[in-house]
C-alpha cells in the first residue's frame, strides 16, 4: 500500500497524458516515504467506455482517483497527502479544465480490514 486507482472517460484520450499524471502521483507518494514504503506504492488507470455525465447533451469528462492505504497514519498525514495528490491532479488537468467541461474529484479509501498480499518488492528497498 498505497495504491492510487484513477478513472477517467475515454474521450481525454490524448488530451490527458494519463502515463505523466501516474508518474507524478508516485512522486507524491514517494515524497511520504516515512508513511509509505516505495515498494508497495502502485498506481494504475481504467479507462472509462461505458459512463453518461449529466444530461449527455455535451462532451462532458470526469477523472477520478480513489487513494487506497492500510489504517495507521493519523488525521493530518492523510490530509496532506490527499491534498499533495489532489493538487497535483488539479495542476496536471489545469489546460484541459479551461477548455473543456471536466470534473475532477478524489476519494480516500482506509481499509478497516485485514488485507491478504505478498510483496518481494520492498526487499530492493532496504539494500
Do not use: W
Amino acid at each position: 500500500m498505497p495504491h492510487f486507482i484513477v478513472e477517467y472517460t475515454d474521450n481525454l484520450q490524448g488530451e490527458a497524458d494519463i502515463a505523466g499524471l501516474l508518474k507524478k502521483v508516485n512522486q507524491v507518494l514517494i515524497s511520504h516515504r516515512d508513511l509509505f514504503p516505495i515498494g508497495g506504492i502502485r498506481s494504475r488507470a481504467i479507462e472509462l467506455h461505458d459512463y453518461r455525465i449529466a444530461d449527455g447533451a455535451e462532451e462532458d469528462a470526469f477523472v477520478h482517483g480513489t487513494l487506497k492505504i492500510g489504517p495507521g497514519r493519523s488525521p493530518a498525514d492523510k490530509q496532506a497527502v490527499c491534498d499533495g495528490l489532489f493538487a497535483v491532479m488539479e495542476e496536471h488537468f489545469a489546460d484541459l479544465f479551461h477548455t473543456r467541461y471536466l470534473a475532477l474529484s478524489m476519494e480516500l479509501s482506509e481499509f478497516s480490514n485485514p488485507t491478504y498480499k505478498r510483496n518481494n518488492i520492498h526487499t530492493r528497498f532496504k539494500k
